[in-house]
């Protein structure tokens, strides 16, 4: 094809140069101080690190080998490829970058940039509810991001404020903080034509077609950044139930609402945002480019609103 090489086509030529996935293998800790655990998941847990040579601090993301295909322990090897695979192929400053694998008997042992500024979700909790600057500054952010991976066919599969983490340092009175995304053991690519349904999520933030077990492709994550939307301008989650069969039951249906109280003083710009992405139709729902072009983020302003 003869014209501007798009960022998908030196996408698709980065891809042919490259080989097998090397791992290192030994032991981490001759290359690297093991230090406190930061998180954990059900088979992984993450470390941060401190390479010996340089001194540089790294998040390391330790995940549980299938060792048996019959067994319900850890992860199969091909599915922990597929995220190396992603973080390798991705490259953006609000994503966190790989720097290397390593292949031990139990675990293979992911060592990630490290960011240190604590997740999104504490963030909130430290602040019940966001003011619309703050929320539009993070999901602007969360968009241009997503817009970037869309590009790329790529999807991330597992929005939620837990995998938004926040940079160190000080935000502006009524800014937002820097962020980057994290998590990326869900992430698929989309291309055309590939159904794509099998798949987990977290029940308050999938969308209705994962659901209904309709193919899913990128149009998913932008559901998702609606309920982070959501959540950040109320301090309540939209569709959670008591349990995860009503919380999908209220999905299905769009059982959702703007509750007076929990959205005192918030726009009709910040809902008319929201349901955008809550539109149950993938192929109506806005997309992340449409999503950086509507008045709710472009009202943004990074040194925050003089108060
Ligand atoms: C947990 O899975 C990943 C974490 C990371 C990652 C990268 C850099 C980094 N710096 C700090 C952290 C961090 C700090 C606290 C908790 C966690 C993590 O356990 N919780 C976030 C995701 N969670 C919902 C599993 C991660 N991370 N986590 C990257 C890819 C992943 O698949």
Known sequence: RVGPQTLLDKHEAKKEQKGKYPYRTGAIEEDYEVGQDLGAGQFAVVKRVR??????????????????????RGVPQEEIEKEIAVLQDLDHPRIVKLRESWNTANEII?????????????????????????????IKQV????????????????????????????????????????????SQRCDLGIEVTAMHGTPEFVAPEVLAFEPIGLEAD??????????????CSPFQGDDKAETFQRIAQMDYSFDDEDFAGVSQDAKDFIEMLFTRNPLERATAKDCLKSSWIKRFTPEGVAI
């Open 51 to 72: 390479h010996r040579k340089t001194g540089k601090f790294y998040a390391a993301k330790y995940i549980r080998k299938r060792k048996v295909k019959t067994s319900r």
């Open 110 to 138: 992911l060592v990630l940039e490290l960011v240190s500024g604590g997740e999104l979700f504490d963030y909130l909790a430290e602040r019940e509810q966001l003011t619309e600057n703050e929320a539009a500054g993070i």
């Open 143 to 186: 968009l241009e991001t997503i817009s970037y991976m869309h590009e790329l066919k790529i999807a991330h599969f597992d929005l939620k404020p837990e995998n938004v983490m926040c940079l160190p340092g000080n935000v502006p009175a009524g800014g937002a903080p820097k962020i980057k995304l994290v998590d990326f053991g869900l």
């Open 222 to 235: 932008l559901w998702s950044i609606g309920v982070i939307t959501y959540i950040l301008l109320s301090g």
